[in-house]
T-cell receptor, first 114, second 112 residues
Framework: SQQGEEDPQALSIQEGENATMNCSYK?????LQWYRQNSGRGLVHLIL?????REKHSGRLRVTLDTSKKSSSLLITASRAADTASYFC??????????????FGKGTHLIIQP | NAGVTQTPKFQVLKTGQSMTLQCAQD?????MYWYRQDPGMGLRLIYY???????DKGEVPNGYNVSRLNKREFSLRLESAAPSQTSVYFC???????????FGPGTRLTVL
């Protein structure tokens, strides 16, 4: 089944710097979602971007989607220690035919150094 | 709103034992899901319920059963636990299948 693949697998930056992580996928999607998971916790939904959208913002988060390259990026600006977490992209193939369609990647582990 | 709640938080079972993981949401969401998360892997869907009264298999349903008790509650049952079912289990809900998921805090299950 299709799966989003995040890159890099791990990223360590200094507090205050920007963090960029990427997601690539294989076939056409209806939407793509980004989630954050702090250690030992459940996932938190960050942003959903539809296939007809190119960019979305939410606070310090910016998500882009390039359907021609089948890729998305998540940018976190002015990073903080609290941003330390794993970030997952999930691609949605839901067709209304009864399939769940949401497939998660393995995640990017982001560490913000104080 | 409490969102999505799961019980228990931790559980240790012996091979062959059975148990039920409970999940409830107070968001009036239509769809509910059970995922498992294993080290180095993304979340994998076990079962989902698109709406009250329906359930469907996901990617890894073998060894599990589910019940959508009502709109709020969706339980996952392990009839005969195996060590391969050692994992962290997450319940989630969403208003629509195509929407973002709201996750519970997870149940950490160890099968000896």
């Amino acid at each position: 089944s299709q799966q989003g693949e995040e890159d890099p697998q791990a990223l360590s930056i200094q507090e205050g710097e920007n963090a960029t992580m990427n997601c690539s996928y294989k076939t056409s999607i209806n939407n793509l979602q980004w989630y954050r998971q702090n250690s030992g916790r459940g996932l938190v939904h960050l942003i959903l971007i539809r296939s007809n959208e190119r960019e979305k913002h939410s606070g310090r988060l910016r998500v882009t989607l390039d359907t021609s390259k089948k890729s998305s990026s998540l940018l976190i600006t002015a990073s903080r220690a609290a941003d330390t977490a794993s970030y997952f992209c999930a691609t949605d193939l839901y067709s209304g035919g009864g399939a769940d369609g949401l497939t998660f990647g393995k995640g990017t582990h982001l560490i913000i150094q104080p | 709103n409490a969102g999505v709640t799961q019980t228990p938080k931790f559980q240790v079972l012996k091979t062959g034992q059975s148990m039920t993981l409970q999940c409830a949401q107070d968001m009036n969401h239509n769809s509910m899901y059970w995922y498992r998360q294993d080290p180095g892997m993304g979340l994998r869907l076990i079962y989902y319920s698109a709406s009250e009264g329906t359930t469907d298999k996901g990617e890894v349903p073998n060894g599990y059963n589910v019940s959508r008790l009502n709109k709020r509650e969706f339980s996952l049952r392990l009839e005969s636990a195996a060590p391969s079912q050692t994992s962290v289990y997450f319940c989630a809900s969403s208003e629509l299948l195509a929407g973002g998921r709201l996750f519970g805090p997870g149940t950490r299950l160890t099968v000896l």
